[in-house]
């Protein structure tokens, strides 16, 4: 069974720094290629960031809100994903979910998800 | 970047109902869409991927259409448990985007 633990969030002021983490099971975690995806009390989806793998370079990409302050990092290894948030802002609130990529077809799609960590970023 | 656009933002229906939500994206996307299902306090789940595609598991009152840029979820006969939040998401480009969300609710 797949499966996905986010963990590491938490209470942390403006100006802060966080680092999350996101430990797989249940499959092989070198071959994938995972997302950050957020998402505000009571508000929408936001993609944030990809972490590709070994085949893909392990090249990473970031949404314009969170370019210049998150990283994106995984140890194949550990069969773990981060990501590291520095600078945080209150807007960067949110429920941060990992999730896995599949690819079919050429099509490609988030067909697992860890529970989620909530980071709240306040004073 | 792409922009998605879901409506209506909510509904409401009643357990038997037949329910279509839309989703527009800002350019053509060809069928690269997927639609997730949202439970309250629960992470996003699966439904459809490429824009028609049932994900294993998924009831087959869930149903996929559309290319391009206008694209369509229907929910065939409303169960109790669809009572939940609906997503479209752009997987054309590498910077994918979600739509806004339509919340289907208990009328």
């Known amino acids: 069974e797949v499966q996905l633990v986010e963990s590491g969030g938490g209470l942390v002021q403006p100006g802060g720094s966080l680092k999350l983490s996101c430990a797989a099971s249940g499959f092989t975690f070198s071959d994938h290629i995972m997302d950050w995806v957020r998402q505000a009390p009571g508000k929408g989806l936001e993609w944030i960031g990809r972490g590709r793998n070994k085949a893909k370079s392990y090249t990473t990409e970031y949404a314009a809100s969170v370019r210049g302050r998150f990283t994106i990092s995984r140890d194949d290894s550990k069969s773990s994903l981060y990501l590291q948030m520095n600078s945080l802002k209150v807007e960067d609130t949110a429920v941060y979910y990992c999730?896995?990529?599949?690819?079919?077809?050429?099509?490609?799609?988030?067909?697992?998800w860890g529970q989620g960590t909530l980071v709240t970023v306040s004073a | 970047d792409i922009q998605m656009t879901q409506s209506p933002s909510s509904l409401s229906a009643s357990v038997g109902d037949r329910v279509t939500i839309t989703c527009r994206a800002s350019?053509?996307?060809?069928?690269?869409l997927n639609w997730y299902q949202q439970r309250p306090g629960k992470a996003p789940r699966l439904l459809i991927y490429a824009a028609s595609s049932l994900q294993s598991g998924v009831p087959s009152r869930f149903s996929g259409s559309g290319s391009g840029t206008d694209f369509t979820l229907t929910i065939s006969s409303l169960q109790p448990e669809d009572f939940a939040t609906y997503f479209c998401?752009?997987?054309?480009?590498?910077?994918?985007?979600f739509g806004q969300g339509t919340k289907v609710e208990i009328k």
């Open positions: 998401q752009q997987a054309y480009i590498t910077r994918w985007a």
């Open positions: 350019q053509s996307i060809s069928t690269s």
């Open positions: 999730s896995r990529l599949y690819e079919s077809s050429g099509y490609y799609y988030s067909d697992s």
